[in-house]
Structures are given as C-alpha cells and as structure tokens.
C-alpha cells in the first residue's frame, strides 16, 4: 500500500514507522522544525521513562505529491480546513484519524465525499523535544481498538482492507458501523474533560479537586443528554446513569492514572485549547441544525 501519514506528532509519527516496518510504501507529512528534525534524525521514539531512543528512516514531504491508495490526516481539529485544498489535488481514500465533531459532510464538500472515511487514533504518548514517548501497552490501552469507519457505516471492501493492513502492522483495529455517533460522543466528554483540566493546570491537579470533577460531570451529562441517539460508544452510558457519588471518585481516579497523565490531556499549549474550542462549537453547531 501506498500510504501517506499526513501529521507527524504522537499518533502520526508511530503509524508512519509501523506501516514502514510492515512494508508499505510510507510518506511522512511534516513542516517547519520538524520536518528539518526528521530529516536530520529520522523518527525517534522511546518508551515513557526510557533513555534508549530508537531511529527510524521513513521517507518525509512537506506536501502530498501525487497518488496514493491512503492519505491518513491526523492533525488538530481547527487545522483540518487549512489542509483540505491540499488533499483535494492529492489522490486516494483519505482516512481522518481525528477529533472530528462535524460530520462527514464539510470534508467531502472540499475532497469528494466517496474518498472520506473517519476514525480516531487511540495510540497515545507525549512529544519529548523531537522524540516520541509512546504510551506504555497497559491493559487498557491493549483493550482500546482504534476505530474506523466509512461515513454511512457500510462494511466496504476498502474498509475491511485498511483494518486488515492496520491489525498486521500491530494496530488493534475495528471497523466501526456508527463511527460519526462515535466521535460525536466522544467530543462530548472530551471537550468538558479538556477544559476542566486546562482550568486547573493538569489532569492531577483536578483530581484534587472533587468540586471541579463534579462540575466537570455535569457538563458531560448535559452535552450525552443532548445527542439525538442514546450516547456512543455504549460505555459512555454509564456516564449518564451511574450515580454521581460513584462516578466522580472514578474520574479522579482516572485523573491521576499514567494513561491520563501521558496524553494530549497534559498539553496545554494553545493548538491543544484551539483544538478544544473548535470541537465546542462543532457540537453546538450539529445541536443547532436539529
């Protein structure tokens, strides 16, 4: 498979070198200072509190060039429509591994609706300067599949082929028929998540605060109480119906939890807040055309 990685952070940099080592025929999409960085070093990963950093050379560009039978975009939510022009004068399915809260229809207004496909990247680690400290395979992460799915929730042919090519190059996959509820779902607790954390300074510093978890909470249950369809994935359900005295020592839990700490939930810079306010008003837009 010919397959361009558009997005070089976390998520980008592991599928470029593991669909690389796989065997495809892998390009890497990067601009600025690290693109130079990859082009100096290669990608450079290391597990979460390791000294060994392993290089790896995987071709890079710093726009698509030609062809390719799957462009992957995993870039911040609020960059994707600076980008779309771009893909739309590449060719190929375009598999959107994104925080994506609007729905297929503005991506393929720009790219031709029969090349989208949505999904969300589940791999998860932190950027240390230019290395890659991918998240430790804890069971929760083992148990987590990364989802895919085409946008009217058909079981393609092109879809069984990029899960199969996924799961060989070690990527715990599953096509996924209801993928936009998915991510309409998931921006509803993430976006609340998101804004608590970056409120307090950091996914520890809520959990010590059970007030601010407990508002957290109320956000969430607002925003799944808004969905047109019960919540999904089906376990985020419990967040609606549990009662609060159990869920809120459960978040703080997950708060101070390697998984929490080592994600995008730490990141305060301001693409992360960006990407944060896009998604808010994403679902405000969808509750709105109801």
């Given at each position: ?8 952070g ?8 593991r ?18 960085a990859l ?11 390791s000294?060994?950093?392993r290089?790896?050379?995987v ?10 039978d799957l462009?992957t ?16 004068d590449?060719?190929g399915?375009v ?5 994506w ?30 290395v ?14 990364m ?10 042919p ?6 199969g090519e996924?799961?060989?190059a ?10 936009d509820?998915?991510?309409r779902?998931?921006?509803?607790f ?7 954390v ?21 956000v ?6 808004a ?61 709105s055309?109801?």
């Amino acid at each position: 498979m010919k397959l361009l990685v558009y997005g070089a952070g976390v998520l980008g940099s592991q599928l470029a070198v593991r669909m690389h080592e796989a065997g495809h025929d892998v390009t890497l999409l990067a601009r600025g200072e690290r693109l130079a960085a990859l082009r100096r070093d290669g990608v450079l990963l290391a597990a979460p509190d390791s000294p060994e950093v392993r290089a790896v050379r995987v071709p890079v560009v710093d726009r698509p060039a030609g062809d390719y039978d799957l462009i992957t975009v995993l870039v911040r939510t609020h960059q994707v429509d600076g980008i779309l022009p771009s893909l739309a004068d590449a060719g190929g399915d375009v598999l959107f591994l994104i925080n994506w809260a609007a729905g297929p229809e503005p991506l393929g207004a720009v790219i031709g609706r029969e090349r989208v496909l949505l999904g969300f990247g589940t791999n998860g680690g932190t950027m240390d300067g230019h290395v890659v400290r991918h998240r430790a395979a804890n069971l929760l992460v083992r148990l987590t599949p990364m989802p895919v799915g085409e946008p009217d929730g058909r079981v393609t042919p092109r879809l069984t082929r990029i899960v199969g090519e996924f799961r060989a190059a070690g990527f715990n996959t599953k096509a996924e028929p209801r993928m936009d509820d998915w991510l309409r779902t998931h921006a509803a607790f993430e976006v609340p998540l998101g804004q608590a954390v970056h409120a307090a300074g950091g996914p520890v510093a809520l959990s010590g605060d059970p007030a601010a978890v407990r508002r957290m909470l109320h956000v969430i249950r607002q925003n799944l109480a808004a969905m047109p369809a019960s919540p999904y994935p089906r376990g985020f359900t419990a967040l609606q119906t549990l009662p609060e005295g159990l869920l809120v020592p459960v978040l703080r839990r997950f708060l101070r939890s390697d998984t929490a700490v080592n994600s995008g939930l730490s990141a305060d810079s301001a693409a992360a807040i960006g990407e944060l306010d896009h998604l808010a008003a994403q679902l405000r837009a969808r509750e709105s055309a109801r």
